[in-house]
């Protein structure tokens, strides 16, 4: 459905994206990982049509993204990293604008979208906050039912509760056959959203791969607290697994892949509390490559 | 119309300054009219002349006889100079906000989100330019020929008037080509003034010097300005060609803006 074919733009001093390839399935919810500035949303200008590759090309359902935008732009809900609605408008009024530019009469869709995110669409827009903001983008983004979703970074600005209730909309979305595309800089939100991941890093595609193998190369570390310090020793004294003493009740335990085994270990001690460590973009990178960061 | 929301926001965002240039415009050139008196302009003369020396006068385009007539006269004191600074406004300032200033603040990704090409949005902003453009000097002279008619019955020649408001209609969308091309080319709302509102007053000032003295005539020929010539237009001259040339100007500004805001990067 969305296909990028060695996308290469130069912005010189080493920016920009260089043969960046991968291809979106039909029906697939595609995660785009990468710190800040890793050329996510240089590639996705590329899919807007907004910039004129140096090489390569992207499609969109078979359409040329660069030339045919009008025709793309028919099928696609569009949420722009940076937040730049009109802001002389209310919330309601930049909708119905949207709409009629989309020529798009039926707004039962966006009315239940205001109300799922609860967002108080008479306000204006300039004095909306951030997270107000996003909800408009997130609203305008999906209120005419497009089959594809080019999403960057969908959540930021946007409360736990209201993430909560995105992730449940694109679980919803992609129920409905839709293809996505959606980027951001944290890897749990595209764990518990997509079908497959691609990382990119400096302007390069480290690794395209999908949910399913990706958990299993996993490495996830878990902060242990037991009951006493004897408690912790033995453990320490025991364990086959990698470890790391914290304080003298707590031990950290590594790259475990396995949890199994490990509760099954840990069943022998008295615990108080297990701690996963929130898996950031960095880990991810340190287990996949070893922790080679050039 | 697939685009009647953009016009919609188009015409609430600029109906303000559109108001206020044309009220302004309304204002002098009623004033400028209710000044003629069909006995002899020696009075006004004497009066300009106390308030100012000649060479600032004829800098300013008020280089009449006493036997001038009404739109002689209205050629001189309205259109030689004031309408220029006037109606330069308004140009610089919807010329920014029709194309630039949605980039440079992004809003154009939204735009162009929806299923329009960048030469449909481009061209369709442009029209409505020309057309606000157009509706200014139309009200304008409609204005004028009532103001004429009210104070001095008969007395306007109604075609040379008319014609000098069709030069001046054509002059300002040469006058506005740069200033949307400008801002066709630039991602951002101050490298976009610095060309399309630099310009324009510069060929506005250049107009000015070389109207101060005969040593500057050789300016002139670099302005635009010059391509306006009330006295060819009202001594019914040749001006026909310079009307050709200001129209052609025009057009190719206009469309190039369109075609490289088409084919460019955009910093969205």
Request: glycine share 6%; net charge neutral; charged share 20%.
């Amino acid at each position: 459905m969305i296909q990028i074919n060695n996308l290469t733009k130069d912005f010189g001093n080493r920016k920009g994206v260089f043969h960046i390839t991968f291809n979106i399935k039909e029906k697939e919810v595609f995660g785009f990982l990468g710190p800040n500035g890793a050329g996510k949303t240089t590639t996705i200008r590329h899919l807007m049509g907004f910039l004129n590759a140096d090489a390569g090309e992207c499609t969109i359902n078979g359409m040329e993204c660069r030339h045919q935008t009008a025709a793309i732009m028919k099928q696609v809900g569009y949420l722009p990293g940076e937040l730049a609605l009109l802001d002389a408008m209310t919330g309601m009024q930049f909708f119905q604008f949207m709409a009629k530019l989309r020529q798009q009469t039926d707004l039962s869709l966006c009315r239940q979208l205001i109300e799922r995110f609860e967002l108080d669409s008479s306000t204006s827009i300039k004095k909306m906050s951030k997270g107000m903001k996003q909800k408009v983008a997130v609203i305008t983004a999906f209120m005419h039912d497009p089959q594809i979703l080019i999403l960057d970074e969908p959540t930021s600005g946007l409360d736990p509760l209201m993430q909560i209730e995105f992730a449940k909309l694109i679980s919803e979305e992609k129920n409905k056959g839709k293809t996505i595309l959606m980027s951001s800089h944290n890897f749990d939100e595209v764990e518990k959203n997509c079908d497959t991941i691609g990382i990119i890093r400096a302007g390069e595609m480290v690794c395209i791969e999908d949910i399913h193998s990706i958990r299993q190369k996993k490495r996830q570390n878990y902060t242990l607290i037991f009951s006493d310090t004897e408690e912790a020793s033995k453990f320490v004294n025991n364990t086959h697994f990698a470890f790391g003493q914290l304080t003298d009740a707590s031990v950290e335990v590594k790259e475990i892949n396995n949890l199994n085994n490990l509760i099954k270990e840990l069943s022998k001690y008295k615990i108080i509390d297990i701690q996963s460590e929130k898996y950031s973009l960095e880990h991810l990178f340190m287990h996949y490559y070893g922790g080679s960061k050039s | 119309m697939k685009l009647s929301s953009l016009l919609k926001f188009n015409i609430k965002q600029n109906y303000g300054i559109f108001t206020i240039i044309s009220g302004v415009m309304i204002l002098y050139v009623t004033v400028i009219i209710n000044m003629y008196d069909p006995k002899g302009l020696d009075e006004l003369i004497a009066l300009a002349n106390f308030k100012m020396s000649s060479e600032l006068m004829t800098a300013f385009g008020f280089n009449i006889d006493v036997n001038a007539s009404l739109v002689t006269m209205v050629a001189s004191y309205f259109y030689g100079m004031l309408i220029y600074f006037v109606l330069i406004i308004y140009v610089i300032m919807v010329s920014n906000r029709l194309i630039v200033e949605h980039v440079d603040k992004g809003s154009m990704a939204y735009l162009l989100s929806t299923p329009h090409t960048r030469i449909q949005i481009a061209s369709f902003q442009a029209i409505f330019f020309i057309a606000s453009i157009a509706l200014q000097i139309l009200i304008l002279t409609l204005v004028g020929w009532a103001a004429s008619e009210a104070s001095f019955p008969g007395l306007l020649d109604v075609n040379a008037f008319f014609m000098l408001n069709l030069g001046v209609f054509l002059l300002f969308a040469a006058l506005s080509g740069i200033s949307f091309l400008a801002s066709c080319i630039f991602n951002e709302t101050k490298n976009a003034l610095a060309l399309g509102a630099g310009l324009p007053l510069a060929f506005i000032i250049i107009d000015i010097l070389a109207n101060v003295d005969e040593k500057l005539n050789v300016l002139h020929n670099f302005t635009l300005i010059t391509l306006f010539d009330s006295d060819a237009i009202i001594a019914n001259g040749a001006y026909v060609v310079n009307f050709f040339i200001m129209a052609t100007i025009s057009i190719l500004l206009y469309i190039s803006g369109i075609w490289i805001f088409s084919k460019r990067d955009l910093s969205l």
